[in-house]
Protein backbone atom coordinates (compact mmCIF):
# COMPACT_ATOMS: atom_id res chain seq x y z
CA UNK A 1 0.00 0.00 0.00
CA UNK A 2 1.44 3.34 -0.99
CA UNK A 3 0.23 6.56 1.43
CA UNK A 4 1.25 10.48 0.48
CA UNK A 5 1.31 11.95 3.46
CA UNK A 6 1.31 15.98 2.92
CA UNK A 7 2.53 18.49 5.04
CA UNK A 8 1.24 21.31 4.49
CA UNK A 9 2.28 24.80 5.65
CA UNK A 10 -0.08 27.15 6.50
CA UNK A 11 1.32 30.78 6.61
CA UNK A 12 -0.56 34.21 7.17
CA UNK A 13 -0.10 35.70 3.80
CA UNK A 14 -1.74 32.84 1.79
CA UNK A 15 -5.58 33.48 1.58
CA UNK A 16 -7.57 30.23 2.77
CA UNK A 17 -9.11 30.13 -0.89
CA UNK A 18 -5.37 30.17 -2.22
CA UNK A 19 -3.91 27.47 0.08
CA UNK A 20 -7.06 25.69 -0.94
CA UNK A 21 -6.38 25.52 -4.64
CA UNK A 22 -3.03 24.75 -4.17
CA UNK A 23 -3.67 21.71 -2.03
CA UNK A 24 -5.85 20.26 -4.27
CA UNK A 25 -3.28 20.73 -7.01
CA UNK A 26 -0.56 18.75 -4.51
CA UNK A 27 -3.53 16.09 -4.53
CA UNK A 28 -4.28 16.20 -7.92
CA UNK A 29 0.00 14.84 -8.16
CA UNK A 30 -0.36 11.82 -5.47
CA UNK A 31 -2.30 9.70 -8.34
CA UNK A 32 -0.80 6.13 -8.08
CA UNK A 33 -1.34 6.73 -3.99
CA UNK A 34 -3.99 4.59 -2.64
CA UNK A 35 -4.33 6.75 0.21
CA UNK A 36 -3.04 10.58 0.85
CA UNK A 37 -4.04 12.35 4.10
CA UNK A 38 -3.48 16.16 5.18
CA UNK A 39 -3.24 18.01 8.42
CA UNK A 40 -5.66 19.72 10.72
CA UNK A 41 -7.22 23.08 9.96
CA UNK A 42 -5.01 23.04 6.74
CA UNK A 43 -7.18 26.08 5.84
CA UNK A 44 -7.25 28.35 8.71
CA UNK A 45 -4.16 27.06 11.11
CA UNK A 46 -4.63 25.06 14.25
CA UNK A 47 -3.86 28.26 16.28
CA UNK A 48 -5.67 31.06 14.70
CA UNK A 49 -8.10 30.86 17.12
CA UNK A 50 -10.17 34.36 15.40
CA UNK A 51 -10.14 32.93 12.38
CA UNK A 52 -12.39 29.76 13.09
CA UNK A 53 -15.21 31.41 13.00
CA UNK A 54 -14.62 33.89 10.07
CA UNK A 55 -13.48 30.67 8.19
CA UNK A 56 -16.11 27.96 9.71
CA UNK A 57 -18.16 26.12 6.75
CA UNK A 58 -20.96 23.71 6.47
CA UNK A 59 -19.84 20.13 5.76
CA UNK A 60 -20.27 20.45 1.76
CA UNK A 61 -18.98 23.50 1.89
CA UNK A 62 -15.85 24.69 -0.63
CA UNK A 63 -13.52 22.85 1.34
CA UNK A 64 -15.74 19.60 0.98
CA UNK A 65 -16.04 20.19 -2.76
CA UNK A 66 -12.32 21.35 -3.79
CA UNK A 67 -11.07 17.97 -1.46
CA UNK A 68 -13.86 15.39 -3.15
CA UNK A 69 -13.19 17.01 -6.83
CA UNK A 70 -9.47 16.86 -6.18
CA UNK A 71 -9.78 12.58 -4.80
CA UNK A 72 -11.77 12.02 -7.50
CA UNK A 73 -9.11 13.39 -10.09
CA UNK A 74 -6.60 11.98 -8.64
CA UNK A 75 -8.40 8.08 -7.90
CA UNK A 76 -7.26 8.16 -4.25
CA UNK A 77 -8.45 7.31 -0.54
CA UNK A 78 -8.38 11.00 0.74
CA UNK A 79 -8.28 11.77 4.44
CA UNK A 80 -8.54 15.56 3.62
CA UNK A 81 -7.37 16.42 7.23
CA UNK A 82 -9.74 18.97 8.93
CA UNK A 83 -11.76 22.36 8.78
CA UNK A 84 -13.41 24.23 11.26
CA UNK A 85 -17.27 22.86 10.37
CA UNK A 86 -20.04 25.33 11.15
CA UNK A 87 -23.22 22.96 12.03
CA UNK A 88 -26.38 24.79 11.49
CA UNK A 89 -27.99 24.01 14.59
CA UNK A 90 -25.50 23.76 16.79
CA UNK A 91 -21.42 25.16 17.63
CA UNK A 92 -18.47 25.01 15.29
CA UNK A 93 -16.56 21.44 15.43
CA UNK A 94 -13.13 20.38 13.83
CA UNK A 95 -14.36 17.85 11.12
CA UNK A 96 -12.12 15.50 9.57
CA UNK A 97 -13.58 14.66 5.56
CA UNK A 98 -12.46 11.47 3.70
CA UNK A 99 -13.20 10.69 0.61
CA UNK A 100 -13.29 7.77 -1.75
CA UNK A 101 -11.42 7.65 -5.05
CA UNK A 102 -14.63 7.95 -6.60
CA UNK A 103 -15.43 11.63 -4.63
CA UNK A 104 -18.39 10.54 -2.56
CA UNK A 105 -17.84 11.10 1.71
CA UNK A 106 -16.90 8.02 3.58
CA UNK A 107 -16.68 9.46 6.87
CA UNK A 108 -17.11 12.34 8.74
CA UNK A 109 -15.35 12.71 12.76
CA UNK A 110 -15.97 15.28 14.74
CA UNK A 111 -12.21 15.81 16.75
CA UNK A 112 -13.17 14.51 20.74
CA UNK A 113 -10.38 15.81 22.73
CA UNK A 114 -10.15 19.60 22.47
CA UNK A 115 -7.15 21.46 23.06
CA UNK A 116 -6.50 24.71 24.98
CA UNK A 117 -7.53 24.22 29.20
CA UNK A 118 -10.74 25.91 28.94
CA UNK A 119 -9.26 28.47 25.85
CA UNK A 120 -9.09 28.40 22.59
CA UNK A 121 -10.31 25.85 20.69
CA UNK A 122 -11.47 24.05 24.31
CA UNK A 123 -14.77 26.65 24.48
CA UNK A 124 -15.30 28.49 20.74
CA UNK A 125 -15.43 24.13 19.15
CA UNK A 126 -17.49 21.65 20.33
CA UNK A 127 -16.70 17.77 21.20
CA UNK A 128 -17.42 15.21 18.62
CA UNK A 129 -18.79 12.15 20.47
CA UNK A 130 -18.35 9.10 18.08
CA UNK A 131 -15.30 7.06 17.36
CA UNK A 132 -15.25 6.79 13.31
CA UNK A 133 -13.98 4.16 11.72
CA UNK A 134 -12.92 3.78 7.64
CA UNK A 135 -12.83 0.51 5.28
CA UNK A 136 -10.57 0.42 2.68
CA UNK A 137 -9.95 -2.55 0.83
CA UNK A 138 -6.62 -3.08 2.32
CA UNK A 139 -6.49 -1.73 5.91
CA UNK A 140 -9.57 -0.28 8.60
CA UNK A 141 -8.44 3.44 9.48
CA UNK A 142 -8.97 4.62 12.70
CA UNK A 143 -9.99 8.59 12.56
CA UNK A 144 -8.36 10.99 15.32
CA UNK A 145 -6.92 14.62 15.60
CA UNK A 146 -4.05 16.16 17.17
CA UNK A 147 -4.76 16.34 21.03
CA UNK A 148 -6.49 13.05 20.33
CA UNK A 149 -2.84 11.52 20.28
CA UNK A 150 -2.56 11.69 23.84
CA UNK A 151 -5.57 9.51 25.23
CA UNK A 152 -4.63 5.61 24.29
CA UNK A 153 -8.35 4.74 25.48
CA UNK A 154 -9.48 6.72 21.95
CA UNK A 155 -7.16 4.23 20.17
CA UNK A 156 -8.60 1.33 21.87
CA UNK A 157 -11.59 1.90 21.15
CA UNK A 158 -10.52 2.23 17.60
CA UNK A 159 -8.89 -0.70 17.56
CA UNK A 160 -12.08 -2.74 19.06
CA UNK A 161 -13.40 -1.28 16.40
CA UNK A 162 -11.65 -3.03 13.84
CA UNK A 163 -8.63 0.08 12.85
CA UNK A 164 -5.84 -1.56 11.54
CA UNK A 165 -4.27 2.17 10.44
CA UNK A 166 -4.56 4.67 12.71
CA UNK A 167 -4.52 8.37 10.99
CA UNK A 168 -3.62 11.33 12.70
CA UNK A 169 -4.06 14.83 11.60
CA UNK A 170 -2.65 17.56 13.60
CA UNK A 171 -1.46 21.17 14.06
CA UNK A 172 1.07 20.70 16.63
CA UNK A 173 3.17 22.94 18.08
CA UNK A 174 6.89 22.85 17.55
CA UNK A 175 7.63 23.31 21.60
CA UNK A 176 6.14 19.72 21.95
CA UNK A 177 7.84 17.99 18.70
CA UNK A 178 9.21 15.46 21.08
CA UNK A 179 5.72 14.48 22.25
CA UNK A 180 4.76 14.21 18.93
CA UNK A 181 7.36 11.57 17.48
CA UNK A 182 6.99 10.03 21.10
CA UNK A 183 3.24 9.18 21.29
CA UNK A 184 3.08 8.10 17.26
CA UNK A 185 5.60 5.78 18.25
CA UNK A 186 3.53 4.60 21.52
CA UNK A 187 0.17 4.19 19.73
CA UNK A 188 1.59 2.07 16.82
CA UNK A 189 3.41 -0.26 19.53
CA UNK A 190 0.44 -0.11 21.45
CA UNK A 191 -2.09 -1.06 19.51
CA UNK A 192 0.22 -2.91 17.13
CA UNK A 193 -1.32 -0.63 14.07
CA UNK A 194 0.20 1.50 11.31
CA UNK A 195 0.51 4.91 12.68
CA UNK A 196 0.13 7.75 9.99
CA UNK A 197 0.58 10.90 11.71
CA UNK A 198 0.29 14.27 9.18
CA UNK A 199 1.27 17.60 11.02
CA UNK A 200 1.39 21.17 9.69
CA UNK A 201 4.12 23.26 8.84
CA UNK A 202 4.68 26.87 9.12
CA UNK A 203 3.18 29.37 12.31
CA UNK A 204 -0.03 29.85 13.10
CA UNK A 205 -1.00 32.71 14.86
CA UNK A 206 2.80 33.08 15.93
CA UNK A 207 2.62 29.37 16.82
CA UNK A 208 5.83 27.48 14.74
CA UNK A 209 4.71 24.22 13.69
CA UNK A 210 6.38 21.19 14.94
CA UNK A 211 6.19 19.57 10.77
CA UNK A 212 7.61 16.04 11.10
CA UNK A 213 4.82 14.11 9.96
CA UNK A 214 5.38 10.22 10.70
CA UNK A 215 4.75 6.68 9.56
CA UNK A 216 5.16 4.10 12.22
CA UNK A 217 5.12 0.14 11.82
CA UNK A 218 3.47 -1.59 14.44
CA UNK A 219 6.56 -2.54 15.79
CA UNK A 220 7.28 1.17 16.40
CA UNK A 221 9.70 1.22 13.74
CA UNK A 222 10.00 4.93 11.93
CA UNK A 223 9.23 4.08 8.10
CA UNK A 224 9.59 7.70 7.17
CA UNK A 225 9.38 11.18 9.10
CA UNK A 226 9.48 14.67 7.28
CA UNK A 227 11.41 17.85 7.95
CA UNK A 228 10.44 20.98 9.68
CA UNK A 229 9.29 22.55 6.39
CA UNK A 230 6.27 21.86 3.70
CA UNK A 231 7.10 18.42 2.38
CA UNK A 232 4.87 15.72 0.50
CA UNK A 233 5.73 12.37 2.57
CA UNK A 234 5.31 9.07 0.23
CA UNK A 235 6.08 5.39 2.00
CA UNK A 236 5.12 2.25 0.91
CA UNK A 237 3.97 -0.69 3.68
CA UNK A 238 2.01 -3.98 3.95
CA UNK A 239 -1.12 -3.97 6.18
CA UNK A 240 -0.82 -7.36 6.15
CA UNK A 241 1.93 -6.88 8.95
CA UNK A 242 -0.47 -5.73 11.74
CA UNK A 243 -1.94 -9.22 12.00
CA UNK A 244 1.27 -10.73 11.60
CA UNK A 245 2.46 -8.53 14.71
CA UNK A 246 -0.67 -9.43 16.33
CA UNK A 247 -0.04 -13.09 15.44
CA UNK A 248 3.35 -13.16 16.62
CA UNK A 249 3.15 -11.32 19.84
CA UNK A 250 -0.44 -11.67 20.73
CA UNK A 251 -0.20 -8.77 23.54
CA UNK A 252 -3.54 -7.84 22.84
CA UNK A 253 -5.57 -10.93 23.67
CA UNK A 254 -4.11 -10.41 27.36
CA UNK A 255 -5.74 -7.28 27.84
CA UNK A 256 -8.25 -7.54 31.52
CA UNK A 257 -8.83 -3.68 31.83
CA UNK A 258 -11.41 -2.45 30.19
CA UNK A 259 -13.29 -5.51 28.63
CA UNK A 260 -15.91 -5.82 31.62
CA UNK A 261 -17.64 -4.37 33.77
CA UNK A 262 -16.24 -3.20 37.14
CA UNK A 263 -17.01 -5.64 39.91
CA UNK A 264 -19.25 -3.93 42.93
CA UNK A 265 -17.49 -4.43 46.31
Same mark, same amino acid.
Given at each position: ???????????????????????????? %??????????? %???? $??????? %???????????? $???????????????????????????????????????????????????????????????????????????? $?????????????????????? =????????????????????????? =????????FV??????????????AG?????????????????? %????????????????????????????????????
Amino acid at each position: MRASVIQIAVNEDESVEARRRRVAATVR %EQAGADLVVLP %ELWT $TGAFAYE %EFGREAEPLEGP $TYEAMAKAASDAGVWLHAGSIPERDPDGPLYNTSLVFSPSGDLAAAYRKIHRFGFDKGEAVLMGAGSELVTVRLPA $TTLGLSTCYDLRFPELYRGLVD =AGAETLVVAAGWPERRRSHWTLLAQ =ARAVENQSFVLACATAGTHAGVPQAGHSIVVDPWGEVLAQAGAG %EEVLTVEFDPGKVAATREQFPALKDRTLGLQPPRRP
